[in-house]
């Protein structure tokens, strides 16, 4: 739906159907979307606040989303050929424990180039091949981790919710259940993850 079909839509909404509607759409953000868009700053001022325009992390630089996605592609190709594991001459022997470091930069600034228009379908992309590549490391050694997405700090559950996220943007729904089906289905598990949770997530969507 383009932003004018929105406004339009919106001129023909009750007040109450928009509180429920706004209360649904506030719902289904991830809470770090929230904080990095800034969304409570708009909700509480609307006059001068806008969204995205708050947070430090947005502020701080502008994240070009091609920049982004040549950097994540090296990375995924040197965590796949586990050049942050054993030895070689791709990835310093200092650099290789933070790795962790890095996806979770990834994670953040990902969620932070959304912002610049049409960037959502490949952050949504680049989002899901660093989620597969944490479901993979939980069965097959590509760091010195036992738990990929516990050593990042983000939980599975958590990280496959960002990712249905961003595809929910920009899928229509039937392509939506279907991808995410598959998504969850070939999900590779943590130890404190059941397929059931992941499940779970798709379905508060």
């Given at each position: 739906?383009?932003?004018?079909?929105?406004?339009?839509?919106?001129d023909?909404?009750?007040?109450?159907?928009?509180?429920?509607i706004?209360?649904?759409?506030?719902?289904?953000?991830?809470?770090?979307?929230?904080?990095?868009?800034?969304?409570?700053?708009?909700?509480?001022?609307?006059a001068?606040?806008?969204?995205?325009?708050?947070?430090?992390?947005?502020?701080?630089?502008?994240?070009?989303?091609?920049?982004?996605?040549?950097?994540?592609?090296?990375?995924?190709?040197?965590?796949y050929?586990?050049?942050?594991?054993?030895?070689?001459?791709?990835?310093?022997?200092?650099?290789?424990?933070?790795?962790?470091?890095?996806?979770?930069?990834?994670?953040?600034?990902?969620?932070?180039?959304?912002?610049?228009?049409?960037?959502?379908?490949?952050?949504?992309?680049?989002?899901?091949?660093?989620?597969?590549?944490?479901?993979?490391?939980?069965?097959f050694?590509?760091?010195?981790?036992?738990?990929?997405?516990?050593?990042?700090?983000?939980?599975?559950?958590?990280?496959?919710?960002?990712?249905f996220?961003?595809?929910?943007?920009?899928?229509?729904?039937?392509?939506?259940?279907?991808?995410?089906?598959?998504l969850?289905?070939?999900?590779?598990?943590?130890?404190?993850?059941?397929?059931?949770?992941?499940?779970?997530?798709?379905?508060?969507?």
């Amino acid at each position: 739906m383009k932003i004018s079909e929105l406004r339009a839509l919106l001129d023909q909404t009750s007040p109450e159907d928009m509180r429920r509607i706004l209360v649904e759409i506030y719902r289904a953000l991830p809470k770090k979307t929230r904080e990095n868009l800034a969304i409570d700053e708009l909700l509480t001022n609307p006059a001068t606040a806008r969204a995205g325009a708050k947070h430090p992390k947005v502020l701080a630089h502008s994240v070009q989303i091609d920049d982004l996605e040549s950097e994540i592609e090296e990375f995924l190709s040197d965590a796949y050929a586990q050049n942050y594991f054993a030895p070689n001459r791709f990835v310093p022997k200092s650099q290789r424990p933070k790795w962790r470091f890095k996806v979770k930069r990834f994670f953040n600034e990902i969620n932070a180039a959304v912002a610049q228009p049409g960037s959502v379908e490949k952050a949504s992309d680049l989002l899901e091949k660093l989620y597969q590549m944490l479901c993979y490391a939980c069965d097959f050694v590509l760091f010195s981790a036992y738990d990929p997405f516990q050593s990042v700090g983000i939980a599975q559950t958590e990280f496959l919710d960002a990712v249905f996220s961003l595809q929910a943007e920009h899928l229509e729904l039937g392509k939506f259940i279907d991808h995410g089906l598959h998504l969850i289905r070939d999900s590779r598990l943590n130890r404190y993850t059941l397929g059931s949770n992941l499940a779970q997530v798709l379905v508060d969507r």
